[in-house]
């Protein structure tokens, strides 16, 4: 099983900006849809964006010219990360990165990812 290992959650005022890391290392899998999920408070998990082992990347339309993913393995350690600008309140939420040893077309449905990390928290304050 992999395991994903989250940094770079926090707390910032609407507008600013927030990087959030992943890794995961001896990932043997050479196509691979990777991404980035969040869950607020009484909401289901949804996706934020995902990238596939091309670096091809799709959003939700929420965060869409806001927040940009990207994904690279170095000696067999996959490194994702997630740069959020013009955060709004609403972004706030507990960030989860999941992996997928799967080629193909990437969703934005957490039921697809069956590799999860223990997730980073963000806050954003008006």
């Known amino acids: 099983q992999v395991q994903l290992v989250e940094s770079g959650g926090g707390s910032v005022q609407a507008g600013g900006s927030l990087r959030l890391s992943c890794s995961a290392s001896?990932?043997?899998?050479?196509?691979?849809?990777v991404g980035w999920f969040r869950q607020a408070p009484g909401k289901e998990r949804e996706g934020v964006a995902v990238?596939?082992?091309?670096?091809?990347?799709?959003?939700a339309d929420s965060v869409k010219d806001r927040f940009t993913i990207s994904q690279d393995i170095r000696k067999r350690t996959l490194f994702l990360d997630l740069q959020m600008n013009s955060l709004k309140p609403e972004d706030t939420a507990m960030y989860y990165c999941?992996?997928?040893?799967?080629?193909?077309?990437?969703?934005?449905?957490?039921?697809?990812?069956?590799?999860w990390g223990q997730g980073t928290q963000v806050t954003v304050s008006s």
């Open positions: 999941a992996a997928e040893g799967v080629g193909g077309y990437c969703s934005l449905e957490a039921y697809d990812y069956n590799d």
């Open positions: 990238i596939d082992s091309d670096g091809f990347p799709s959003y």
């Open positions: 001896a990932y043997t899998y050479s196509r691979y849809c």
